[in-house]
């Protein structure tokens, strides 16, 4: 028969590791899938706007940069959308504060403004960034995707690329 100590002890040795589990994922690093098309050929590579049969890739996502909101052109980050919190979004940054970008589509040419950044995805075609939203505020980066850990045959570090003839320096 089980006895009420080892139920017990069983119990708080699960609530210390939940709270250990939370406590790394909140600050340090954690794990996010990558849906839709927007960062194609990056994370799922498959991916076509006809069919959303594809499986997310999986990343993970580091949280030190957040310490003192230190971040570089070509880096990958999760960020929450600035209309819908719950919403999350990610996306390779190709300016930072006091950058200037030149819109593609245009003639226009926009000073980042401090504490923002301007980000877009790989897929330029099918994706929500900042050419629709316009800067992000750095507060709203959740972290920096670094690996793609799902699926095993696509493990590997996030490159960063730099997209050239967007800023006018």
Not at 9 to 35: E, Q
Not at 147 to 162: A, D, N, S, Y
Request: with cysteine; hydrophobic share 35%; aromatic share 10%.
């Amino acid at each position: 028969m089980i006895s009420m100590n080892f139920i017990s002890n069983v119990a708080k040795t699960f609530f210390t590791c939940g709270l250990i589990g939370l406590t790394i994922s909140d600050r340090y690093i954690s794990i996010v899938p990558v849906r839709g098309c927007s960062m194609s050929p990056t994370f799922n590579p498959q991916c076509s706007t006809s069919s959303e049969t594809f499986t997310a890739d999986r990343v993970l996502v580091e949280k030190f940069c957040l310490q003192k909101y230190k971040f570089s052109h070509g880096d990958v980050v999760v960020f929450c959308s600035p209309n819908d919190h719950k919403e999350k979004f990610v996306k390779r940054i190709t300016a930072l504060s006091g950058d200037w970008v030149s819109s593609p589509y245009s003639n226009d040419v926009m000073k980042i403004p401090d504490g923002h950044c301007w980000v877009e995805g790989d897929n330029s075609a099918s994706s929500l960034d900042s050419k629709s939203i316009g800067p992000v505020p750095l507060g709203l980066i959740k972290g920096r995707a670094t690996h793609i850990i799902w699926p095993p045959k696509r493990i590997g570090r996030v490159e960063q690329r730099i997209r050239q003839g967007r800023f006018v320096f």
